[in-house]
């Protein structure tokens, strides 16, 4: 079922919606769920819609779509990815030129004074969970490449994070924190958002488990990673709803009015849990856990309409303070009210490829 939903979602829905908008870091989710689909399965599809669709990102002339040089947006680092995987199958220099492109933002932006990488030149001085998957695993695959030993300074960043964002009476990740503390929605004392949003757990789970895989080998502070990931799992995992093994849009109050299950984060939960077994993090069990959450998904909100398959629950986006954008409003409080408020979709980006690249952590499990 999962197969022939992303079968039919790369070959219609994903090419309107790079005709619709212009390429952003959920068009890179794609393109990494389908490599990964190749990958596991053999079947070159998966790649030819990635190369079908790559006028989208880079043009003949090498311009790389919604990229401005002068811009610090770290979303933005992240379509390295897609130009890494588009490299890989093409052999095109240009992609290797654009690559480079994206490291050298990376080595040129800005920090807060924690030494993280700031979210957008629009949001100075914050460290947003988002942001360490769009760089983190790019900027690590890029030391390998390169040989530079820079490992230091992405642990550094992660054990960063994991000191702004951590909530210990909780045992979760809150979205974002504001270092200098000017924020609207920032604690006075602590700096950070009020709430924990799903997806924002899972960007940051996601992120662990793809640079242990690697730095493992190149640094001996990768075990440092290994024991983020299990323990911000061992956090989240306390908050599983036992019926669907899914987890709810504000991850700690299953009650909040209109809160809901919701499909991208609870993907990306069950990506950590069996990529974090397959690697060796985790034992078998958690595994399990994982391919279990997936199944729950499919059970739950994966349909099978008139005009094909559909997933619905999926929260659209959310961010911390106003945005640039329309629907980036200036409610967005942080608050367990503002996350619920979000609208939810179907077929959205971020809950398909979330869930293409769980499917592959499964079907490696059954291989």
Request: hydrophobic share 35%.
């Amino acid at each position: 079922m999962w197969l022939e939903y992303f079968t039919q979602y790369m070959e219609t829905m994903f090419p309107e919606f790079l005709k619709n908008k212009v390429w952003n870091y959920k068009d890179d989710l794609c393109v990494i769920g389908a490599s990964y689909l190749a990958e596991v399965t053999g079947d070159e599809k998966w790649n030819r819609y990635i190369t079908a669709n790559s006028q989208w990102l880079m043009a003949e002339d090498g311009t790389v779509a919604n990229w401005k040089e002068e811009e610090h947006n770290i979303d933005k680092v992240s379509f390295g990815k897609s130009l890494r995987i588009l490299r890989d199958l093409t052999g095109d220099a240009q992609y290797q030129v654009a690559v480079e492109r994206a490291y050298d933002f990376l080595k040129h932006y800005p920090r807060t004074k924690t030494g993280n990488f700031w979210h957008k030149d629009i949001y100075p001085n914050q460290v947003w969970l988002d942001g360490l998957y769009m760089a983190m695993p790019f900027y690590a695959k890029t030391l390998l490449e390169t040989g530079n030993n820079s490992w230091d300074d992405i642990v550094n960043q992660f054990q960063s994070a994991h000191q702004l964002l951590w909530n210990k009476e909780l045992e979760l990740y809150v979205h974002g924190c504001d270092v200098s503390g000017k924020a609207d929605w920032a604690d006075p004392v602590t700096g950070q958002s009020p709430a924990v949003w799903l997806r924002a757990e899972g960007w940051y789970l996601m992120a662990l488990a793809d640079v242990y895989e690697l730095a493992k080998g190149q640094t001996p502070r990768a075990e440092e990673l290994a024991v983020l990931l299990k323990n911000g799992l061992k956090g989240v995992l306390k908050y599983q709803d036992q019926k669907t093994k899914m987890f709810y849009q504000v991850v700690d109050q299953a009650n909040f009015p209109d809160n809901y299950l919701e499909t991208s984060g609870s993907a990306m939960i069950a990506y950590a849990l069996m990529k974090g077994t397959r690697l060796g993090i985790l034992d078998e069990e958690h595994g399990r856990m994982g391919s279990q959450v997936l199944d729950g998904i499919e059970r739950t909100y994966l349909k099978k309409e008139q005009d094909g398959y559909h997933l619905y629950g999926i929260c659209a986006s959310a961010g911390l303070g106003a945005g640039p954008d329309p629907h980036n409003r200036k409610n967005r409080t942080g608050k367990p009210e503002y996350y619920v408020s979000e609208e939810q979709m179907t077929d959205n980006q971020h809950g398909t490829a979330a869930c293409m690249m769980a499917v592959s952590e499964q079907l490696r499990r059954s291989h």
